[in-house]
T-cell receptor, first 115, second 114 residues
Framework: SQQGEEDPQALSIQEGENATMNCSYK?????LQWYRQNSGRGLVHLILIRSNEREKHSGRLRVTLDTSKKSSSLLITASRAADTASYFCATDSRESGGSNYKLTFGKGTLLTVNP | DAGVIQSPRHEVTEMGQEVTLRCKPI?????LFWYRQTMMRGLELLIY????????DSGMPEDRFSAKMPNASFSTLKIQPSEPRDSAVYFCASSLDGAVDTQYFGPGTRLTVL
């Protein structure tokens, strides 16, 4: 099953508005990452937040992490049409009984910013 | 500054044919990943290499899939024989140090098996 799951699946807003996407996960993590994917392109790393951090900023991006609730949120402020993309959270996890960690991606939130 | 390079960008083939996808990771990165993305299953990790050695291939669907990394600057993912259900976008990614480090993705190969 997916370690990270984004909510909502799709979000449509007007340019200038803020967009908030959420990610929930099941098992404990060392860090959580957010990626963006424009249509027909590869994923691009946005930001990484470690399990001992509660909030992190990068430009118009703000990420929060609540390890007690096993959830994270990505806020994009003053959205632009160019922010239209799918956004994925990725958590590090390992199979039960396994020794290898790997990133597990959610299915993403499709954000549409209308001009 | 070259990112991850994948070829071909698009591949259309007939069922039963062999397909080979290629990837050149970012120079200096020691980990390489192959992912498959479909609408139904999302992004799935197929296999990853660390220092050219396969570490986790538990995501490889079946024996029809194989991956190699003969050196630090080249990897292949081969499907033989291909089936229509293999149609997907295949991404290669690399990271500086390990599976949970920031990953840099290539543009992907869109595979269509007829």
């Amino acid at each position: 099953s997916q370690q990270g799951e984004e909510d909502p699946q799709a979000l449509s807003i007007q340019e200038g508005e803020n967009a908030t996407m959420n990610c929930s996960y099941k098992t404990s993590i060392n860090n959580l990452q957010w990626y963006r994917q424009n249509s027909g392109r590869g994923l691009v790393h946005l930001i990484l937040i470690r399990s001992n951090e509660r909030e992190k900023h990068s430009g118009r991006l703000r990420v929060t992490l609540d390890t007690s609730k096993k959830s994270s949120s990505l806020l994009i402020t003053a959205s632009r049409a160019a922010d239209t993309a799918s956004y994925f959270c990725a958590t590090d996890s390992r199979e039960s009984g396994g020794s290898n960690y790997k990133l597990t991606f959610g299915k993403g939130t499709l954000l549409t910013v209308n001009p | 500054d070259a990112g991850v390079i994948q070829s071909p960008r698009h591949e259309v083939t007939e069922m039963g044919q062999e397909v080979t996808l290629r990837c050149k990771p970012i120079s200096g990165h020691n980990s390489l990943f192959w992912y498959r993305q479909t609408m139904m299953r999302g992004l799935e990790l197929l296999i990853y290499f660390n220092n050219n050695v396969p570490i986790d291939d538990s995501g490889m669907p079946e024996d029809r899939f194989s991956a190699k990394m003969p050196n630090a600057s080249f990897s292949t993912l081969k499907i033989q024989p291909s089936e229509p259900r293999d149609s997907a976008v295949y991404f290669c990614a690399s990271s500086l140090d390990g599976a949970v480090d920031t990953q840099y993705f290539g543009p992907g190969t869109r595979l269509t098996v007829l």
